[in-house]
């Protein structure tokens, strides 16, 4: 059953799952040969790349307002689960997601993030 199990998971229809499981339960080291390859094929096979095709052109996912409040679908959610699945963070769509969250949610005044979008001109009050 043990072996089943891992050649379950070591299945290359699901890279992220298979990169996961040569780093994280097997130990493979993260310049191995095979490893490299299977991090490759994240970007080309799987969740990752069917996430980027939905993705809007400003970098959003469905409604851009809603980026948080879209539960499961909207960009932070997405966001989400691209680093969980392992996304390259240098691919372009995974960056504009990451500027758009930055451009629309930040509160540059106290650095913090909104749920909805930032105003540009955050004048928060500072009394408790």
Same mark, same amino acid.
């Not at 379950?8 to 191995?32: C, F, I, K, M, Q």
């Not at 851009?64 to 680093?83: C, M, Q, S």
């Not at 990451?98 to 004048?123: H, K, M, V, W, Y």
């Given at each position: 059953?043990?072996?089943?199990?891992?050649?379950?998971?070591?299945?290359?229809?699901?890279?992220?799952?298979?990169?996961?499981?040569?780093?994280?339960?097997?130990?493979?080291?993260?310049? $191995?040969?095979?490893?490299?390859?299977?991090?490759?094929?994240?970007?080309? @096979? /799987?969740? +990752?790349?069917? !996430?980027?095709? &939905?993705?809007?052109?400003?970098? $959003?996912?469905?409604?851009?307002?809603?980026?948080?409040?879209?539960?499961? @679908? /909207?960009? +932070?959610?997405? !966001?989400?689960? &691209?680093?969980?699945?392992?996304?390259?963070?240098?691919?372009?769509?995974?960056?504009?997601?990451?500027?758009?969250?930055?451009?629309?949610?930040?509160?540059?005044? &106290?650095?913090?993030?909104?749920?909805?979008?930032?105003?540009?001109?955050?004048?928060?009050?500072?009394?408790?």
């Amino acid at each position: 059953m043990v072996q089943e199990t891992r050649d379950w998971l070591l299945e290359e229809e699901n890279p992220s799952v298979r990169y996961l499981t040569l780093t994280s339960l097997l130990g493979h080291a993260e310049d $191995s040969s095979e490893v490299r390859r299977t991090r490759d094929e994240i970007m080309k @096979r /799987g969740v +990752v790349p069917a !996430l980027l095709d &939905l993705q809007n052109d400003d970098g $959003s996912w469905g409604k851009p307002e809603r980026f948080y409040t879209d539960k499961y @679908r /909207g960009t +932070v959610w997405n !966001l989400i689960v &691209l680093a969980e699945m392992r996304a390259d963070p240098e691919d372009p769509g995974v960056k504009k997601a990451c500027e758009f969250i930055l451009s629309n949610s930040q509160e540059t005044e &106290l650095g913090g993030f909104r749920i909805l979008e930032a105003p540009r001109d955050c004048q928060v009050s500072r009394e408790v």
